[in-house]
């Protein structure tokens, strides 16, 4: 028989002299601590300087989401997404515009987001009403938002990749700070690249490890196959993944032992980054072009018409202050940075500053590459630095309440957004705030349709065309290309644009004479023999066009703007008196 169960001591009130426990000193939950290193939710703890990456990338998130759309690029490259998905094929030549060269083989690198931004265009377009003008409103702000989407993730790949490179978020804070600042120049501009420089930054996560990891060698080759058939710069990733094989070669032969060819043959880095090369350059290979896709991108980076755009010209070309600015304070903040480090960092930064530090001396264009590696660059010297003069903060250990800050800290910027205003019932955002100014929609209503309504500014243009081509097609409009991408898009029976912003798919000749005409030079005999009727140009760009079509007889000008926009915004538009 069993001893009987003693009675429990009876409960002993605290003394009133005994401080109450503080809930907040405990684990949060039951008997779980939420700052534990060890446990399976560790990777979504967040420390002060995530939550300050969440604050920065939010703010950034909101700049662009207030931001406007460029009329550049972004229309060509929707005509073609539109082409692409409603005929389920890809156009061996250009099939929309009568003027480009019909012997000139069309490229598809971009294929794939050209489709996606006529998807996201489509979807808009839905929800916007049956009004035609929020209609348009809504598919606009559906492709907008897709590159403030891209441009936002972009900024997260980075932040991964200087914290990596630095070791500190704090530093990394400031490269993705500096990144933002420098990239104010181009918001706004949507345009395939977009994808491309988020792969762009999320190679450099990758890489901004010592050895680069199982999953990465998997991950590249896959990432390759999507970039190749979103856009044309897949070559750049190669490019940064070439300078990485060869910076982590020399670091293999400088510290191996047994001799540097063993140590290199030997090394994990060389053998995984050389594994991923191989299945990169074959995964680049998927895509409507095939191997052939390496021959297309020298072949299109030559294009002798592509001379004509500014971009495309060295950086000391031209008037291009931001540009120019971004370019110089990088390189100053290399070579600065490398002085007070007095060490060095991994041969890669080194390999690929001195690679796209001096690119865009070549092309402007390349200066968004630099804009990401020179910081990239900076922000691993600066690790440097803080190493040397022995800077530190306050450690801050991760824990899962920092994440929920961090996740509440998300929120009020994501109420800045117009999307949220759109799902919460309100509609998309007026035309005016999705399309920058210079978008010439209006004039495109009123060529696609003289007898309609029309406000006052394009009312003198309806006027003209009703009154001296009622009844019959308009013919070809002589614009500028930034004028023509959008007309292209538009797709206005009778009037197709001579020229828009993809200059590769015209013949040298026409370009060529387009760019005479523009400035005056033999505009009226290349008119004639083109059979244009409408010229719609910026005229502070175009002033010796303008003075000459105002001087003669047979061209009526309609629309001359001189003051009150911005010089990008300003329309001239002239119409033949006697149509061709």
């Not at 606009?140 to 938002?145: F, G, N, S, Y």
């Not at 790949?157 to 400031?174: K, T």
């Not at 041969?347 to 402007?364: C, N, R, S, T």
Request: with cysteine; charged share 15%; net charge positive.
């Amino acid at each position: 028989m069993s001893d009987p169960t003693p009675d429990p001591a009876p409960a002993v009130p605290p003394s009133a002299d005994t401080p109450a426990d503080d809930p907040m000193d405990k684990p949060l939950g039951a008997g779980i601590d939420f700052t534990d290193p060890n446990s399976p939710l560790a990777p979504l703890y967040a420390s002060v300087t995530g939550v300050l990456a969440v604050l920065l990338v939010g703010a950034a998130f909101a700049l662009y989401s207030l931001m406007p759309m460029m009329h550049t690029d972004v229309w060509g490259h929707l005509a073609y997404g539109r082409w692409i998905v409603e005929h389920r094929q890809f156009p061996t030549h250009d099939p929309l515009s009568p003027f480009t060269d019909r012997s000139a083989v069309m490229y598809h690198q971009c294929w794939l987001s050209q489709v996606l931004a006529h998807g996201a265009f489509t979807w808009g377009e839905s929800l916007g009403g049956a009004d035609p003008a929020r209609r348009f409103a809504g598919g606009a702000e559906a492709v907008r938002q897709l590159h403030v989407f891209a441009a936002t993730a972009t900024l997260v790949a980075l932040w991964v990749a200087f914290r990596r490179a630095s070791g500190s978020g704090a530093i990394a804070l400031v490269g993705v700070a500096a990144v933002v600042a420098g990239g104010v120049v181009s918001l706004g501009l949507f345009r395939p690249q977009v994808f491309g420089l988020l792969l762009f930054a999320v190679f450099l996560a990758m890489l901004s490890r010592p050895v680069l990891s199982k999953a990465a060698v998997v991950a590249i080759p896959l990432l390759l196959a999507l970039w190749a058939n979103l856009h044309g710069s897949f070559a750049v990733g190669f490019a940064l993944l070439g300078l990485a094989w060869a910076g982590r070669v020399a670091e293999a032969a400088v510290v191996g032992q047994g001799g540097r060819v063993k140590a290199v043959l030997a090394d994990a880095g060389v053998r995984r980054l050389t594994l991923a090369i191989v299945l990169g350059l074959a995964a680049a290979c998927l895509n409507p072009a095939g191997p052939r896709i390496y021959l297309n991108v020298l072949a299109f980076g030559s294009h002798p018409n592509l001379t004509s755009m500014i971009e495309w010209q060295p950086l000391t070309a031209g008037v291009n202050l931001p540009s120019l600015l971004v370019f110089v304070a990088l390189w100053v903040g290399v070579l600065a940075c490398q002085l007070l480090a007095r060490r060095r960092v991994r041969p890669v930064h080194y390999l690929a500053v001195a690679l796209f530090g001096l690119a865009p001396l070549l092309q402007q264009r390349l200066n968004s590459w630099w804009l990401l590696v020179g910081a990239w660059a900076v922000t691993a010297l600066m690790g440097a630095v803080a190493v040397r003069m022995n800077w530190s903060l306050p450690r801050s250990v991760p824990s899962l309440r920092k994440t929920v800050m961090a996740v509440a800290a998300a929120v009020p910027f994501l109420l800045l957004s117009p999307l949220t205003g759109w799902v919460a019932g309100n509609g998309p955002p007026a035309v005016q705030r999705v399309c920058v100014a210079a978008t010439p929609v209006e004039l495109a209503a009123a060529l696609a349709d003289p007898a309609g309504t029309h406000g006052d500014r394009v009312k003198p243009v309806a006027d003209a065309l009703k009154a001296g081509y009622a009844g019959r097609p308009l013919g070809p409009v002589f614009c500028s290309p930034e004028v023509g991408e959008f007309l292209f898009w538009r797709d206005i029976p009778g009037a197709p644009p001579v020229r828009f912003a993809h200059p590769h798919l015209f013949a040298a000749e026409h370009w060529t004479r387009c760019q005479a005409a523009g400035g005056g030079q033999g505009w009226a005999e290349w008119l004639d023999e083109l059979r244009v009727n409408v010229i719609a140009v910026e005229p502070d760009f175009y002033a010796p066009l303008v003075a000459t079509v105002g001087k003669s007889g047979e061209w009526q000008v309609v629309l001359h703007e001189k003051g009150g926009r911005d010089p990008r915004a300003r329309l001239f538009v002239a119409v033949r008196k006697v149509p061709k």
